[in-house]
Nanobody, 122 residues
Framework: QVQLVESGGGLVQAGDSLRLSCAASGRTFSSYDMGWFRQAPGKEREFVAGITWSGSRTYADSVKGRFTISRDDVKNTVLYLQMNSLKPDDTAVYYC???????????????WGQGTQVTVSS
């Protein structure tokens, strides 16, 4: 059974940091590209960051310089999102995804997690 399980969300203050994790299981994800998306209340889900199987990274302009995506494929694949200098506008449910894209097109991702809530207070 393919699963992507996010963790690490929570309630923080503006300026704080959080690290999200996404544990992938059920198949070999080391050959998949992966990404993070987020959905704020009342808004559409949007791309945050992507990483290819070989380690190339892409970021949304809104998070460049603050967020870092990484992955660990030593055993089962774990995807990370290090979020620094958090802002209230970063408040959203964060989803990890896997597919054959590390870009912003959601249709190119085959597998999705259930999401983890990140709330940033001012």
């Amino acid at each position: 059974q393919v699963q992507l399980v996010e963790s690490g969300g929570g309630l923080v203050q503006a300026g704080d940091s959080l690290r999200l994790s996404c544990a992938a299981s059920g198949r070999t994800f080391s050959s998949y590209d992966m990404g993070w998306f987020r959905q704020a209340p009342g808004k559409e889900r949007e791309f945050v960051a992507g990483i290819t199987w070989s380690g190339s990274r892409t970021y949304a302009d809104s998070v460049k310089g603050r967020f870092t995506i990484s992955r660990d494929d030593v055993k089962n694949t774990v995807l990370y999102l290090q979020m620094n200098s958090l802002k209230p506008d970063d408040t959203a449910v964060y989803y990890c995804a896997a597919g054959y894209s590390a870009g912003w097109r959601q249709a190119e991702y085959n597998y999705w997690g259930q999401g983890t809530q990140v709330t940033v207070s001012s």
